[in-house]
Structure formats: C-alpha cells, structure tokens
DNA sequence: GTGAAAGCGCTAACAA
DNA sequence: TTGTTAGCGCTTTCAC
C-alpha cells in the first residue's frame, strides 16, 4: 500500500488516475448519483452530504470530467467561436463574448483560424466538441459556405463581410458611423474629404455608401473621392502617397478603419505632413490604437461589449427560445473626437 | 417514414439527431466497432468495407463525436494553450502551434486568459477537457502558481516571466540579443546608445543585463542609461518624451519590445526628429509591426515556428518519452536590420 | 475480417 | 434524502 501512497506524488513518479464522483462518493458512503446531483447543485442532498462531498472532493483533488459531461448531457451549452486574431478589434470582441455567454449560462470555445487551419475546419472542431451554436467573427466566408455550417447548428456572423440568409447577422450601421465622421469633418469647415475603402471586406461597402450619401447630402458631391485599400495598414499608407504625389491634396481622410488609418497617419507625419493640422483623419473601430497618446486618432465606436452581448442573445433566442427567424441586428456607433481631426485652416 | 425524411432537412424543421457510428453500421450491415476501427485507420476491414463505410458516413453527414472518444480513448493527445492576445508575437506563437503540434499527431486547444478569466480558471478548462500538457504563452504567474499546475501536467512556459522549476522553458537568449544589437549601433558609429527596459514582463531582466554587458565590452559604461517601461506602446512614447525634455540626447534606442518601440518612434516623429537621421532606434520581437513600410523598425527576431516547434516537442519529450527532468530551451536570435537604424551622423 | 461485450465518467429518470 | 439503473458514443479487448 505504501506504493500506492507513493504514485500519489505528483510531478514525480508519474501521475496519479485522475479521481472520479465514484472515488467521491466511495470515500463518503454514498452513491456516485449523489455526488453527482450535490455537484450540479440540485436539491435533493442533506446540507450534511453537501459538505461531506466536497470536502472529499478537495482532499482527493477532485475535477469534473468535460468529456464525460459533455457525452451524457442532453445540452452541451457551449458556444463555439471562430476568429482569426489580425485585427484588434475582433480580439476585443472575443474577450467580451465571456462574460457576455458566462451572464446566459454558457461556455465559450475558440477555435482559431490561422493560414494552416481553414474555417471549415474550425468549425468540425467545434461540432465536434457538440457546440450548440457558432459565432463568426469578420469572416470573410462566403454565404453559401456559412449556409452549409447554418444547417448544423444556429449560426451568428457578427460583422461579415457579406449578408447571408439562414443565420442572424451583428453588425454595426457602418453608413451611419461613416454619416457621423463627414459631419464631424464638415463642421470643422472640411470639404475636400476623401475616403480609404476596405474593398471586399466586412462592412467596406456599406462604409464606402456611406460617405458618397453623406458627401452628397452636405452638398460636396464633387469632392467625393475613393482611394482603394483593403484594412491593412499598407493600404493606409499606400493612399498617404498617392495622395502625397498628388497636386490635389485633400484636407481630411476617412480611413475604412483604425489599422489603414494608423499607415495613412504614420507615412503622413514621416513626410512631415502635421495632422492635424495640414489633414485630418478618422479611423473606425475605436481599437486600441486608435486611444494610444501618440496616434490619438478620431474613431467611429463599435462597442464590442455591446456586439458580444447581442451576439451572445441571438445564439441563445435560437437555442432557448426556440425562434427560427433570422434577425439583423444593427448597433448604432459612436464618434470618439480625439486628436486626429481639427478645425479647417483658414490658409488650406 | 416521410416524416422523417422531412425532418432531415437541416434548419428547417429543427435539427434532426446526430447519427452515430451504429447508424452507420445498420446501414453498411456491419458491427459499430468495424465501423469505429475503419475510422480509425487500423487493419482489419476489407477495402469493400471501407469504402461502404465512407460513403454511409458521407451520406448521413456523420461526424465524430469528440467528447465521446475524449472520454473512451486512454490518451487525449491534446495539447491545451494557455495564451492572452495582448502582444502580437504571441499571436504568432500561436498560430504557430497548429502546424507543430500536428506534426506530433496533437492536437492544439486554446483558452484564452482575459480581464474577466484568470490564469486558473483557464487551466482548469484545459485539464477538464483531459488535455495532456499545458503550454503556457508569456505568463506573468509567479512560480508557485504555476508549480500547481504542473503536478497535474507537464507545463511548458514559453517566454515566462519568471523561471520556475518542475517545468520546461522555451525562451530566446534575450541577453544574445540586446548583444546584437548593441554590437550593430556600435558599428553604425554610436556610443550614446540608452535603453528602455520592460520592468518586470518575460525576459526584461535579461535584456537589461545583455544591454549592460554589452555596453561595458564596449567601454561605453559611462554611456549605460536605461529608462524604465513596462513593454507598452505609452511607456515608449513617455520614454521619449523624457528624452526629448533632457539636455542629453542619446544617438540610439534599444527599446525591450517592438511595442515600446512603436511608442518611442511615433513620438519622435511628431516632435521632429527623424528616425534614423537623428536617432536609431531597434525593437525587439520581430513582430508584425516591425515589419510595415512606414516603420521599418530593426527589431531582434524570436522565430515564432521555431518556438512553438521546440515547445511542442518538449511536452511530447515527457508525454510519450517519459521525460522527467526539466528542460531549459534557449534559442538564439537575429538581429533583422531595417530603416529605423543608421549611420551615426558626424554633427551628432 | 468481423462481431460481441465491456466500460470510459458522468447525467437523468425513477424507485425506495 | 438516498440509491438504482440505464445509457451517452465511442474505443478496446477478446473471441470467432
């Protein structure tokens, strides 16, 4: 028996099996049922078991089993999220999709996609461990290929790079968000406001609508000007010299987002263009970048709190409440003004 | 029978159940464990029998339940990650783990350390889903902490902040770096060469001392100046606004992190002092940043596939090769020169 | 080449 | 309040 003892040892002569509700339960007197029904605090144990029960359950150093849990119970209640980890914003995203699943009683599990790992495969993964439901973070999939995934389990695409039938869509009202930049601009007494698009991807269209509506609608339609760029933050800067090589040099850009922005914003200072003084700029996401001393660039807001919450709500109306619709969720933005943007000089 | 032919309809009528491997096998007409043994890939089933196998499986949209082999098989062949997205080279890191850990027939199960989700609920989740190992990414955990966790698995702490026993490291010889980089500004004709450190985070304190040593080699002792950061964007810009307000200005930087570095160059910028006409700056990690066009900053690479390789491998040393003794992995770096680094000018 | 049977650690329904 | 029972979907061992 001293062996026995012995193998307990951690870390030395090897690892102990792993100890069981039964261990639990044999060490008490009860049954492993019990044990069971006192950890998934069920009424149904005298307050004396309860105690008893996990005080064993501390000595023996006890650890539910996941998989075994998983495999017997009717809901597995775990939300399996798909990301990639390139743009700031959708790591924001993914810290709040915690709490937000933790307040709804759900797990959250991640599953990256990466240059060696496709989205499809991500997502077996997920089914696999029997997710309930998938949340799509900016994916750049298309509507057919996130359909066949809708057929398996209730997806959420929160900022896809297009819309898709058969799954409920949280994005933000990027025209909108866009709208409030080109007011903001014009009110600092900006006309020549040019606009950095993010081509294909997630919500770069209806951005890029955006600012011709709004240039329009301040009556600047024929100062209405697209740079193509694709959210890197090469793009940004690529725009920066074309438009320093440029004799029509504009007084404030709206970047597709934060990461174009910071290119465009950086490549400016270093060919000694002061923002914002000689141009304004406006990013959109409201990343971390863009709250960073030295950037401090004027940003549209998408709260990622808020996204994860009702990206959370929608996977779980579908679950809980049964609800087989698809819903379109749009938040509304907000500008945060900081240091990018200023009034119009009067000499520009 | 139309019934359910109609309830096979996905996301229409609800979902239909999962088939399993004896809806497979009723369908082939053989046993669930042939079934389960063609999946496997072992010998014993004729080609006829797999064949049939995989085309009812195609058939049904059968996919294998994880939680199910998780919970028969003896080995999880898992590999839980333990990582925060706070710093881009340990996205990298990451990514990088995929790739290596399924050259070792692992696979890779990320929890994500958050504001809201502390180290040891993370781990809990790891070793709840019977993951084998725990590769840790940049911890700032004390020793101890970590200590625990290694009793109940092989750890693996991959640029820790502090070393700890009963567990391998995986870490860049960080001293060898500050080295060469000191070595290249030298060359470049600098003597004034300042450094501002990461305070307390992984590997900083090897830096610091690389950053000394280097400098007394080069007789520049009486040159020895570091400012104190914390590997942030804000404590680079600070560090440069400390240095911009003194009447002795250094030639060169060596910032502990590309991070920091970020900070130091873009304030300089914005004050008018030009990188690297008017100071050199190197960062360190070779990040993604370090990289773009309107930064070029010459930065000490830490190969990211090369740590996830030799990290993996040493949880697979004492997983299948019964390892037991720590393991201190030291890989060297390279200095990757780009634009942010220059000849000293004469008038400097 | 194939099948039968046992059981991984737990949950859930029911019985006592 | 507690115990019994029957699996979840798969792997594994042994027998045929």
Redesign the interface.
């Not at 089914?127 to 029997?130: C, K, N, P």
């Not at 809708?150 to 389990?153: D, M, S, T, Y």
């Given at each position: 028996m001293r062996d026995a003892e012995e193998a307990v040892q951690?870390?030395?002569t090897g690892?102990q099996k792993r100890p069981t509700m039964s261990d639990i339960a044999a060490r008490v007197g009860v049954s492993q049922a019990l044990v069971s029904l006192v950890f998934r605090n069920q009424p149904g144990a005298s307050v004396r078991t309860r105690e008893r029960v996990f005080e064993a359950a501390e000595e023996l150093?006890y650890?539910?089993?996941?998989?075994?849990q998983?495999?017997r119970r009717t809901r597995s209640r775990q939300l399996g999220v798909l990301f990639t980890?390139r743009h700031p914003h959708d790591?924001d995203i993914?810290?709040a999709l915690?709490?937000a699943a933790?307040k709804q009683d759900y797990h959250v599990v991640?599953?990256?996609m990466?240059?060696?790992?496709d989205e499809r495969r991500a997502v077996?993964?997920l089914?696999?461990?029997?997710c309930e439901a998938i949340l799509i973070i900016g994916t750049e999939s298309t509507p057919d290929r996130l359909a066949v995934v809708?057929?398996?389990?209730p997806v959420v695409a929160i900022n896809p790079r297009k819309r898709a039938s058969?799954m409920d869509v949280v994005r933000t009202a990027d025209a909108k968000g866009v709208r409030q930049a080109v007011d903001h601009l014009t009110e600092l007494g900006h006309r020549a406001i040019v606009h950095i698009d993010g081509g294909s991807m997630p919500g770069a269209a209806e951005r890029r609508r955006g600012y011709r509506t709004a240039m329009r609608r301040h009556g600047l339609a024929e100062h209405i000007r697209i740079i193509p760029g694709d959210y890197t933050?090469?793009s940004g800067?690529r725009a920066a010299r074309d438009l320093l090589a440029c004799d029509t040099f504009p007084t404030a850009v709206i970047a597709g987002n934060d990461r174009s922005a910071h290119?465009l914003l950086?490549?400016f200072?270093?060919a000694g263009v002061r923002v914002p003084d000689d141009i304004s700029i406006v990013g959109y996401d409201d990343s971390r970048l863009a709250g960073?001393?030295?950037?401090g660039l004027t940003s549209v807001r998408q709260d990622a709190a808020e996204v994860a919450e009702l990206a959370v709500q929608a996977a779980v109306e579908r679950l809980d409440n049964g609800r087989?619709t698809d819903r379109d969720i749009v938040l509304d933005p907000a500008l945060v003004v900081r240091e990018s943007t200023g009034q119009l000089r009067s000499d520009a």
């Open positions: 951690p870390g030395i690892r150093g650890r539910p089993d996941t998989a075994a998983l495999l980890m790591v993914v810290e915690y709490p933790e991640l599953s990256a990466v240059a060696t790992r077996e993964e089914l696999g461990l029997r809708a057929g398996e389990a058969g933050e090469e800067a290119g950086t490549t200072l270093r960073l001393s030295f950037i087989t």
